[in-house]
T-cell receptor, first 112, second 109 residues
Framework: IAGITQAPTSQILAAGRRMTLRCTQD?????MYWYRQDLGLGLRLIHY???????GKGEVPDGYSVSRANTDDFPLTLASAVPSQTSVYFC???????????FGPGTRLTVL | GQNIDQPTEMTATEGAIVQINCTYQ??????LFWYQQHAGEAPTFLSY??LDGLEEKGRFSSFLSRSKGYSYLLLKELQMKDSASYLC??????????WGAGTKLIIKP
């Protein structure tokens, strides 16, 4: 693994289904983030984690949950998907609060 | 409230210079970032300004005026590969990034 990876690359999901988006980084970064990106809008922060074992809510956390059991992994779960969660989801990591964020390749999610 | 404004789209000619502006209003300020995002790809870091002034990095420069809530990204000697969206983001008092919607830059030969 080099950098930050996400899986799956894309997914079509029926409304009401549960889905977990995976994110793994090998840079030993303390901080990790989940964003969604929608056409015409800026990236919006869903949840973040400043260090393993801690998580926090971002701007648009409703309908999503995260966990940070270790430094490398930061999965995002949609408990019961709805069409408004159709978006491109980016995971990112950084070594510190004011340092640049490195982004994964993204997951394109469509909820029907 | 928190707000980031940047033009939706700009067009420039290969070899020319273009300036992409960003104005912001945020609760607290811990710096301003510029990222580049090619279509269908992830954003990649370009620059970070926390003090007033110009930061130069090769063909790209970024300027910040904290008193005016204003920044710009200057791209010189434009190349076709510079066609991308350029995202402005400020870091607020909670060290979270607030993102603009991005400026799509179209480079014409």
């Amino acid at each position: 693994i080099a950098g930050i990876t996400q899986a799956p690359t894309s997914q079509i999901l029926a409304a009401g289904r549960r889905m977990t988006l995976r994110c793994t980084q090998d840079m030993r970064h303390n901080a990790m983030y989940w964003y969604r990106q929608d056409l015409g809008l800026g990236l919006r922060l869903i949840h973040y984690s400043n260090t393993a074992g801690t998580t926090g809510k971002g701007e648009v956390p409703d309908g999503y949950s995260v966990s940070r059991a270790n430094t490398d992994d930061f999965p995002l779960t949609l408990a019961s998907a709805v069409p408004s969660q159709t978006s491109v989801y980016f995971c990112a990591s950084s070594s510190g609060a004011t340092t640049e964020q490195f982004f994964g390749p993204g997951t394109r999610l469509t909820v029907l | 409230g928190q707000n980031i404004d940047q033009p939706t789209e700009m067009t420039a000619t290969e070899g020319a210079i273009v300036q992409i502006n960003c104005t912001y209003q945020t609760s607290g300020f811990n710096g301003l970032f510029w990222y580049q995002q090619h279509a269908g790809e992830a954003p990649t870091f370009l620059s970070y300004n926390v003090l007033d002034g110009l930061e130069e990095k090769g063909r790209f420069s970024s300027f910040l005026s904290r008193s005016k809530g204003y920044s710009y990204l200057l791209l010189k000697e434009l190349q076709m590969k510079d066609s991308a969206s350029y995202l402005c983001a400020t870091m607020d008092s909670n060290y979270q990034l607030i993102w603009g919607a991005g400026t799509k830059l179209i480079i014409k030969p």
